[in-house]
């Protein structure tokens, strides 16, 4: 049997939730991995080019661990190798781990092996309301046309899928089931004025870091207007009617189409909104489905209830409907989708002609860009 070692130092792992900052967090890694690294905190990388590989490849990396003796992967090979050449404290964020962990040998194989290696375990996540949770995963998905149902229509859909991600309790219970392992759950929306970044410094031990000159804007989940969101539908809807949608998922351009998409509405000028779906009759149904959840958590984390940590949205519903749109708007939003799809069809075929060429090795993301 494996040998614990008394700790000496702290992996500070960065755990979600999606949708929760997650992505603004790396982008702070990122930019300031330098002066983190200068003041003791190491920020590794797994041998990818930036924080963001990094954090992917280790999570995924999971799938083929049993014995965290000796771990089988690259990965936690290199950082196994990585730990016994270094004594400071690090830092790993990647929001994929809290569903990962659902699976209790994955969360069992990190926990054991870092504890094998002398490394105390906080893992940190944030949390947010859940109708903004909704709001922010359903454009998540109609900006890569990866839906054609409106946000009444999908929310719909996703109260009754039995998903554990729309599930705080479960998504927690093997983390917070863990021994010898600090776990701190923050409210997203209830952080004060030091914000998601100032927070996120004080639950690594570094509260007097200065990170003043953080733009995090970049690295933001952008949230497009509410127009270009009724017209992503229209372009989900039409590709499925064809047969371009198994092209696309063949060459994985979701994720690059949904951007080029947006920068081609942009070009119309349209003076647009966020996008945002609940009513607060649908926000309130949202919340109160995960109600239960949503308390069992808040009482064991802070031992007070969900909604005097987690503040519901007050956004107003921002939607764009397009039956009753002025019939000049409708032909905009036709004329538009339409120039899309056209040059999409022929970017994917010349695409697709040139990765069928002999000798020519696939890509795992293709950057597509208009004729």
């Known amino acids: 049997m494996a040998v614990t070692k008394p700790a000496t130092r702290t992996c500070y792992l960065h755990i979600g939730t999606p949708k929760a900052g997650s992505t603004t967090i790396q982008g702070f890694l990122h930019v300031y991995r330098d002066a983190l690294q200068a003041t003791g905190l190491d920020l590794p990388t797994f041998e990818q080019e930036d924080i963001f590989a990094g954090g992917v490849r280790i999570s995924k990396s999971l799938e083929r661990e049993k014995n965290p003796s000796v771990p089988k992967s690259q990965a936690w090979k290199w950082l196994d190798g990585h730990l016994a050449e270094t004594d400071g404290d690090l830092c790993i964020s990647r929001e994929a781990f809290l569903a990962i962990f659902t699976e209790k040998k994955n969360i069992t194989f990190v926990r054991r ?27 998540q998905q109609a900006k890569r046309f990866l839906t054609e149902l409106d946000f009444d229509g999908w929310a719909e859909k996703m109260m009754g899928s039995p998903l554990l991600i729309h599930r705080n309790a479960r998504l927690f219970r093997n983390v917070l089931a863990q021994e010898e392992v600090e776990v701190v759950v923050r409210p997203l929306q209830n952080l004060g004025p030091k914000g998601l970044i100032g927070d996120f410094c004080e639950q690594i031990g570094r509260p007097d870091f200065d990170w003043s000159g953080f733009d995090e804007k970049p690295f933001r ?49 349209w003076a647009e909104k966020p996008f945002y779906g609940p009513t607060p009759e649908m926000a309130k149904r949202i919340e109160d ?54 040059g999409l069809i022929k970017n994917v075929d010349e695409r697709r002609a040139v990765l069928n060429a002999p000798g020519i090795r696939k890509p795992g993301r293709i950057s597509a860009e208009f004729p």
């Open 221 to 269: 989940n952008e949230t497009p207007g509410a127009r270009t969101m009724a017209a992503a539908l229209v372009v989900a809807r039409k590709l499925r009617e064809g047969v371009e949608a198994g092209k696309l998922a063949d060459l994985g351009l979701y994720r690059e189409l949904g951007r080029q998409f947006r920068e081609l509405t942009a070009t119309r000028g």
């Open 289 to 342: 489905r995960f109600a239960k959840s949503n308390e069992r958590l808040a009482q064991r984390v802070w031992g007070s209830s969900w909604l005097e940590n987690v503040r519901p949205s007050t956004k107003e519903r921002c939607v764009y409907d397009i039956e009753a749109a002025p019939p000049a708007e409708r032909a905009e939003i036709e004329d538009v989708t339409n120039e899309f799809i056209d």
């Open 113 to 139: 092996f870092f504890a094998e290696r002398g490394v105390r375990l906080k893992m940190i996540a944030y949390v947010r309301d859940t109708a903004g949770f909704y709001n922010a995963n359903y454009t």
